[in-house]
């Protein structure tokens, strides 16, 4: 099992950065994908980023690309994700989450932090 904290999230003007960090504990997380979603109030939860195992592949949809970058560090159990130029619909609740091997759907998630962009 793996528990997943996240930290770093606040309010930011448009067009300012910030940088999540997602703090993992458990065994063997390079074993795992990591990936962050986020969920605005009234909508479906989107997936903004994911990561393998060894940090080598990293996916983003459209949405994000150029904008958004996920890293992770094994010897730190941590991911993080660069939001830069954010804008006001990057305003959501996002979430870190684990997926063993990319099997399946992902099966931990963190708590979320709430990321605010104002106009």
């Known amino acids: 099992q793996v528990q997943l904290v996240e930290s770093g999230g606040g309010l930011v003007q448009a067009g300012g950065s910030l940088r999540l960090t997602c703090q993992a504990s458990?065994?063997?997380?390079?074993?795992?994908?990591m990936a962050w979603f986020r969920q605005a109030p009234g909508k479906e939860s989107e997936i903004v980023a994911d990561?393998?195992?060894?940090?080598?592949?990293?996916n983003y949809p459209d949405s994000v690309k150029g904008r958004f970058t996920i890293s992770r560090d094994n010897a730190k159990n941590t991911v993080n994700l660069q939001m830069n130029s954010l804008q006001p619909e990057d305003t959501a609740t996002y979430y870190c989450a684990a997926n063993y091997y990319g099997i399946g759907p992902f099966d931990y998630w963190g708590q979320g932090t709430q990321v605010t962009v104002s106009s």
């Open positions: 458990g065994r063997s997380f390079s074993d795992y994908v």
């Open positions: 990561i393998t195992g060894t940090g080598g592949r990293t």
